[in-house]
Nanobody, 115 residues
Framework: VQLVESGGGLVQPGRSLRLSCAAS????????MRWYRQAPGKERELVAF????????YYDDSVKGRFTNSRDNNKNTVYLQMNSLKPEDTAVYYC?????????WGQGIQVTVSS
């Protein structure tokens, strides 16, 4: 089982990034997918969720209206489009696949928002 995040990096405030998470080793379409993030000195927090068929999404209030979660079950990939980025979005972002009792995590990718 693998979840591999990509698309992170350093970006100026107000700009955009798109994270991707490529899944392998399990039936991707049977898993709800989540994005978490962890900033230095803080606990890991849930940022966004998308259901197995993509029909249901959830966003934390801190990113609502700026981030969009989507998935392509044909490509076994989930995306997080991040617009209007703020310095407080700086964190390591993790992709998570969950279908009880299975819970898989990516290795995380750094996103830094700074001028």
């Amino acid at each position: 089982v693998q979840l591999v995040e990509s698309g992170g990096g350093l970006v100026q405030p107000g700009r955009s990034l798109r994270l991707s998470c490529a899944a392998s080793g399990f039936t991707f379409s049977r898993y709800g997918m989540r994005w978490y993030r962890q900033a230095p000195g803080k606990e890991r927090e849930l940022v966004a969720f998308i259901s197995r068929d993509g029909g249901t999404t959830y966003y934390d209030d801190s990113v609502k209206g700026r981030f969009t979660n989507s998935r392509d079950n044909n490509k076994n990939t989930v995306y997080l489009q991040m617009n209007s980025l703020k310095p407080e979005d700086t964190a390591v972002y993790y992709c998570n696949a969950y279908s009880r009792p299975y819970d898989y995590w990516g290795q995380g990718i750094q996103v830094t928002v700074s001028s």
